[in-house]
């Protein structure tokens, strides 16, 4: 019985990575030094499914850490083009993120508060999840294994999260209000670049 269930299992995964299936590194992010990779299974001619990370894990910058988690599970729709045209180049979707990040408070916030999140060193810690949409093209290389990705995604970003001085202890925004969570929510561009895409 077990030996059925994995050999289902192999051919299923067989049957997908046939579906031309395609795997992608960002080479944007990759020349920030934050590694973004995905892969693409073909659902049918006109919709496919992504699933892409990217992550940092840097201890010190500009003083402060900067570590970045982050998860996209998206679905792609390509509209059907006229004959002569290149098959599945544009494409938009609807896509569904979560996020980790510790990471150091941007400039334009603390230009604007004045409180403790001006100090050296200082940064913030939490999670996010995403909800929003991607649209992007896809540009066809002399190889037929290869290709390029244009994308921009955004949408609803909720944060989690708290803010720590250089030393790791808490820094409260209101000193008479001591919650386990600030949160927030910014309509906004948090994914993009340029994909470059290796057909299985």
Known sequence: MFK??????????SSVLNAQTELKVNLASALLLVPNIGIEVKLSETLGYQLDTSASFYDNVE?????TIQIFNELRYYPKLKEGKNVRSFFIGPHVGYGMFTLKIPKFITSIVDTELKEEGSYQSGRNAYYGITIGKKIPLKNKKLGLELFIGGGSSQSNY???NKLGNRIYENPDIEKDFNQSGEELIYKGGVMLIYKL
């Not at 269930?5 to 192999?10: A, H, K």
């Not at 003083?63 to 570590?67: L, T």
């Open 4 to 13: 059925k269930w994995v050999i289902s299992i192999f051919l299923a995964l």
């Open 63 to 67: 003083g402060s850490p900067f570590h």
């Open 162 to 164: 708290k803010y720590y």
